[in-house]
């Protein structure tokens, strides 16, 4: 590492001033400098720190970059990434334009070769992420950091690889947290569908279809028009598909709830918080991320991705309370509260992809605030009628580091959607509420194998650190590499 052409050095130091493996060898290499630093208490090895030495003896780089790794006895997979997010962080605000991540990786088992240049090319991508902001004072120069080589591996192919398809998942992420960051007087449906036809004009094996209000009546997609009715803003129904085979092939359907403000409706919400409802496009947004990056490596995969977008008002000839509307299948719902109107998209969405004989449909939505409460912000909610998909979403949120954790969904919640005028009411009290939804949108995937992620408190962040997070893109994307590979 002490000869390596590039003009940073990132080393892990432990708690308590330890050197690790990596940092020992290149202390070895300038004469003790870096313990001669430690032993005079200027870095302690605290996760999350960092600190920048420059011009060592008898090392290449100009730079070292040090950065804290916490206890070395818990030291595992999330501290690495921990560690290194930090230094990205700490890179993206200097000149600094290439560097070496030589962090010591906890055992193999736990960060292979493969998994550490996609988590590298990952969290450098999220690291060097800005904001598209309408601030109009002098903008921040952009990072520089433009290089990033994994540090010592073993095969420097699998680590390539990573590279690459980490990188990608860091686009795919952007383009997610690009569009669900904007306000929702641009990004209105609309506008929604444009981005999603211009995707599909850039990328060869990506198509495009939109349906506007009209082409929805005939497709009798009641529920989802009945949101749509109290906005000035049209909706649309976006089909986007990636065709990553010649031969024809059962495809993988993604459904994204892409209500692009929302208000609650008649059932209007709470003035506290109500502008982060701009972030209800999230699960559209992850939905054209996922096939951004299905296209961008040519995944042998077919994908197709539908997304209801829509705008939820209050309004003279908004859906009120009590009113009746009738799905695509055909089911009658009773809309007792407007501000579950994510399901109403999500059913007639859910039907539509029957067409394409699915070999899978994951639903992705901000569709409960009760699967905050039930989960934070760490874990999303998953569910659904197949176990093994179920599961195959659990692993790759693991992998991914993009977890998502799984609710029950017994027949005994059904009890809660009873209605006395309609087939189903749109909610059923407060009580295990993201199970309730759920149960509502598997009444229109029977016979599909379906998961649900409700991404309601992944997607983004409130308070300080406002925005979008880009979740669960990392997650979709490890689902799809693993299909690929099949
Ligand atoms: N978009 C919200 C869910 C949401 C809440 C997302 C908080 C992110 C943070 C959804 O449309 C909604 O309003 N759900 C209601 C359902 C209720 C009326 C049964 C909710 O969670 O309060
Ligand atoms: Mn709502
Ligand atoms: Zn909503």
Not at 144 to 162: I, K
Not at 269 to 296: N, R
Not at 367 to 394: F, Q
Not at 407 to 435: M, Q, W
Request: net charge positive.
């Amino acid at each position: 590492m002490a000869t390596v052409g590039v003009e940073c050095l990132v080393l892990g130091v432990f708690e308590e001033a330890e050197l690790s493996g990596e940092a020992r060898s290149v202390d070895a290499a300038c004469a003790g400098r870096l313990k001669a630093l430690l032993e005079r208490g200027d870095f302690a090895g605290r996760a999350g720190d960092t600190l920048l030495v420059g011009e060592l003896p008898g090392i290449k780089a100009s730079r070292v970059l040090l950065t804290g790794l916490g206890a070395k006895k818990s030291y595992h997979r999330r501290s690495w990434r921990k560690a290194w997010a930090a230094a990205a962080a700490a890179l993206a605000r200097t000149r600094i334009a290439s560097c070496a991540v030589a962090i010591d990786r906890p055992e193999a088992k736990q960060l292979d070769d493969y998994y550490f240049g996609r988590a590298v090319a990952e969290l450098t991508g999220a690291a060097l992420y800005r904001v598209n902001d309408l601030k109009t004072g002098k903008k921040a120069p952009a990072p520089a950091l433009a290089r990033v080589l994994a540090g010592p591996v073993r095969t420097a192919a699998a680590a390539e690889r990573g590279l690459a398809h980490g990188a990608a998942v860091a686009a795919a992420a952007q383009v997610q947290r690009d569009l669900a960051n904007l306000p929702a007087n641009v990004c209105t449906p609309t506008f929604l569908a444009e981005q999603a036809r211009a995707l599909a004009k850039r990328s060869a094996s990506l198509s495009v279809r939109l349906l506007d209000a009209a082409a929805m009546r005939r497709e009798k997609m009641g529920c989802l028009l009945a949101v749509a009715q109290g906005s000035h803003q049209a909706p649309r129904f976006i089909v986007l598909e990636h065709r990553g085979r010649a031969k024809a092939q059962p495809p993988i359907v993604l459904v994204g709830k892409g209500v692009t403000f929302d208000s609650g409706g008649i059932s209007l919400k709470d003035p506290p918080g109500m502008d982060e409802m701009k972030f209800d496009m999230s699960g559209a947004a992850a939905v054209i991320a996922a096939l951004t990056f299905a296209a961008s490596l040519r995944l042998p995969l077919h994908l197709v991705g539908l997304i209801g977008a829509v705008e939820n008002m209050p309004g003279g000839r908004a859906v009120k309370p009590g009113d009746i509307a009738t799905s695509a299948s055909g089911q009658t719902v009773e809309i007792l509260n407007t501000d579950a109107e994510g399901r109403l998209i999500l059913c007639d969405a859910l039907h539509y992809a029957r067409r394409f004989h699915p070999e899978a449909v994951i639903d992705v939505a901000t569709l409960t605030g009760a699967c905050v409460i039930a989960l934070g912000h760490h874990h999303s909610g998953v569910m659904g009628n197949d176990e093994p998909l179920v599961r195959e979403l659990l692993e790759a949120g693991v992998r991914a580091d993009d977890r998502c954790w799984q609710l029950p969904l017994t027949e005994e919640y059904a009890e809660a959607l009873k209605s006395n005028f309609a087939d189903f009411a749109n909610v059923g009290g407060r009580d295990g509420g993201a199970i309730t939804a759920a149960t509502f949108l598997s009444k229109f995937t029977q016979g599909l194998k379906w998961a649900h992620l409700d991404v309601a408190g992944t997607a983004y962040q409130g308070g300080a650190q406002k925005g979008s997070t880009g979740r669960p893109t990392p997650l979709l994307a490890d689902f799809l590499l693993q299909r690929a590979a099949r």
